[in-house]
């Protein structure tokens, strides 16, 4: 995921030299709709023309990406605008900063039971295979001396 500074700010100066004209144009669109999307103060009136261009942004991307491009995320583009009308300022309500910290937090946490359990396995594991062998070779050596002592007789 791109940081929000850079989607908004250098993505579309990047675009301009790398990529063709029409491509830019919807993505620099996209890129906009996205910063005006996240503004601290949300008018209702601009919403609603938010609510269009995002509807002529996808169209126009429909015209350009193949059919595979546009999965189930592409398409909740169009609820955005619904639900920052519900909802208020979208910045307020995203999950990006929790989960960063979240995950910081995760790596001061070690699983012990986790690395006892995968240990317990990998042992067991090897016991029942040095059993099988010994097992084998156990019946292996009883044919063998059976074999043997009716060779004799």
């Not at 996205?34 to 995002?54: F, G, I, T, Y």
């Not at 995950?103 to 359990?117: A, E, M, T």
Request: hydrophobic share 50%; net charge positive; charged share 20%.
């Amino acid at each position: 995921m791109i940081p929000m500074f850079l989607r908004e700010k250098f993505l579309p100066l990047a675009m301009r030299v790398t990529v063709p004209e029409e491509v830019c144009s919807v993505l620099i669109d996209l890129c906009s709709f996205l910063k005006h999307l996240c503004n601290v103060v949300l008018k209702v009136d601009e919403l609603n023309q938010l609510q269009n261009r995002v509807v002529l942004i996808l169209c126009h991307m429909e015209m350009l990406f193949p059919p595979a491009f546009f999965i189930v995320m592409v398409h909740l583009m169009m609820h955005l605008v619904k639900d920052a009308k519900i909802g208020g300022s979208i910045q307020y309500r995203w999950m990006y900063p929790i989960e960063r910290y979240l995950g910081k937090l995760k790596s001061y946490v070690r699983n012990k039971i986790g690395n006892f359990i995968s240990k317990w396995r990998r042992e067991y594991t090897i016991n029942k295979v040095i059993l099988k062998l010994s097992l084998s070779i156990l019946f292996l050596f009883k044919v063998s001396s059976i074999l043997l002592i009716h060779a004799l007789y």
